[in-house]
């Protein structure tokens, strides 16, 4: 049974930083590529990082581009979103989830194995 379960969410200041883990179980993590995307409340899903399955490939949003960082611990079958200079704009639940088709997607339809989410608030 696969299972991805993030933690890290939290209440933080505007300008503060977090980071995010997701967790991997039932899967080779090593194979698989991996996603972070999050959800304010009445909007839709939508993407904010990739890493490749090696972890020399990442893509981000625009929005998010040179504040957040995602990166991988193979050994330890985990996914990081270390995110910096927190704008309330990211105020969401964030979920990572395998990317199992077209490499690199940001479409909410090539990931699956969506863990629960953890939320995160930035207040200004």
């Known amino acids: 049974q696969v299972q991805l379960v993030e933690s890290g969410g939290a209440l933080v200041e505007a300008g503060g930083s977090l980071r995010l883990s997701c967790v991997a179980s039932?899967?080779?993590?090593?194979?698989?590529?991996m996603g972070w995307f999050r959800q304010a409340p009445g909007k839709e899903r939508e993407f904010v990082a990739f890493?490749?399955?090696?972890?020399?490939?990442?893509y981000y949003v625009d929005s998010v581009k040179g504040r957040f960082t995602i990166s991988r611990d193979n050994a330890k079958n985990t996914v990081h979103l270390q995110m910096n200079s927190v704008k309330p704009e990211d105020t969401a639940v964030y979920f990572c989830a395998v990317n199992v088709r077209r490499l690199g997607s940001q479409r909410v339809y090539d990931y699956k194995y969506w863990g629960q989410g953890t939320q995160v608030t930035v207040s200004s």
């Open positions: 890493i490749s399955r090696d972890g020399a490939l990442t």
């Open positions: 039932g899967r080779t993590f090593s194979s698989d590529a």
